[in-house]
């Protein structure tokens, strides 16, 4: 089977964003408007933080209120297909825990595609790219 990522030690996190900037740079841009992954603050570093990532659903609520299947599910996760989407932010919507980012510039969302790559950059060891 494939590989998901996972959050492995929140406890961990101190709000760096190096994993959302090595997510967003998948896409050769700097900043983190293409970043699949978001870190929310529960109170800085005394409360700490919620890393926010996609859960690979075994039934995506994102994929079943798209209107024109532009979400499919796939072996680990969803996968959009931008050309299909129409920016309807529905997704964002359906999402319980808010791992569906949006691309203001695109008008598209952005859903982790369980690549590991943000896994690799952080120093922490709060993410994991595991074999599910």
Same mark, same amino acid.
């Given at each position: 089977?494939? *590989?998901? @990522?996972?959050?492995?030690?929140?406890?961990?996190? !101190?709000?760096? @964003?190096?994993? %959302?900037?090595?997510?967003? =740079?998948?896409?050769?841009?700097?900043?983190?408007? *293409?970043?699949?992954?978001?870190?929310?603050?529960?109170?800085?570093? +005394? =409360?700490?933080?919620? !890393? /926010?990532?996609? =859960?690979?659903?075994?039934?995506?609520?994102?994929?079943? /209120?798209?209107? /024109?299947?532009? #979400? $499919?599910?796939? +072996?680990?996760?969803?996968?959009?297909? %931008?050309?299909?989407? #129409?920016?309807?932010?529905?997704?964002?919507?359906?999402?319980? #825990?808010?791992? /569906?980012?949006?691309?203001? %510039?695109? $008008? *598209?969302?952005?859903?982790?595609?369980?690549?590991? @790559?943000?896994?690799?950059?952080?120093?922490?060891?709060?993410?994991?790219?595991?074999?599910?």
């Amino acid at each position: 089977m494939g *590989k998901r @990522l996972r959050v492995v030690d929140v406890e961990r996190c !101190v709000d760096c @964003l190096l994993c %959302a900037f090595a997510c967003a =740079r998948r896409f050769g841009g700097g900043g983190l408007a *293409k970043s699949a992954i978001a870190v929310r603050s529960v109170g800085g570093m +005394e =409360r700490g933080f919620v !890393v /926010v990532v996609c =859960r690979a659903c075994e039934d995506p609520p994102c994929q079943a /209120v798209c209107p /024109v299947g532009a #979400i $499919r599910k796939v +072996e680990v996760g969803v996968r959009v297909d %931008a050309e299909r989407c #129409i920016g309807c932010g529905m997704c964002v919507e359906a999402c319980a #825990i808010g791992a /569906v980012q949006w691309d203001v %510039a695109e $008008r *598209k969302p952005v859903i982790c595609v369980h690549c590991g @790559l943000c896994a690799q950059f952080c120093p922490h060891g709060v993410l994991a790219h595991e074999e599910v």
